[in-house]
């Protein structure tokens, strides 16, 4: 092994780590981005690089914001198509929609993005670049630095 490199102040590091985040968000949202190319599928981009795709997007006067708490019915699952999530369980009368109280960080930060693209009753799938989920961390199945995909349905939208 060499040493690329030595900081001397905490700083340094802080100020390297969110460099070579950035490089390796670009990377993501560039595999995301030729992934939907591939697939003809038409997604907005919202600026911090998270794909949305709005199937409805819902009632437009009660739309997602910090002021609400979201009650979502989700399937999570990889690019490569395999499911790790989901609370959408046809069968199962005990499936319950999961609250996400929007704005205080209690849900990955592509969440927070892409839902707030929609309103109450709206259904669509949001692409998301790894550092905006669980980035160099390893979750249950999920390997490090994976883009994730969520189909979200937004089963009710009030306020806090």
């Known amino acids: 092994a060499e040493i690329i490199n030595v900081f001397t102040d905490v700083a340094k590091v802080d100020e ?12 993501e949202v560039a595999a995301i981005k030729a992934y939907l190319a ?9 600026p911090e690089g998270v794909f949305v795709v709005l199937k409805e997007a819902g009632d437009a006067t009660n739309k997602v914001d910090t002021t609400k708490i979201a009650s979502v019915y989700y399937k999570g699952y990889t690019i490569a198509g395999e499911t790790f999530d989901t609370n959408i369980k046809p069968n199962d009368p005990t499936a319950k929609p999961l609250d996400v109280n929007i704005g205080t960080g209690s849900v990955i930060p592509g969440w927070e993005i892409g839902l707030k ?7 669509g799938t949001v692409y998301i670049p790894a550092m ?21 349905e937004i089963q009710d939208v009030t306020k806090k």
């Open 16 to 27: 390297d780590y969110k460099a070579e985040s950035e490089i390796e968000k670009k990377k």
């Open 132 to 152: 905006l989920a669980y980035g160099p961390q390893a979750n249950g199945s999920i390997k490090p630095y994976s883009n994730l995909v969520f189909d979200l």
């Open 117 to 123: 693209y929609f309103g109450k009753g709206g259904k």
């Open 38 to 46: 591939k697939n003809k599928i038409s997604a907005v981009e919202s």
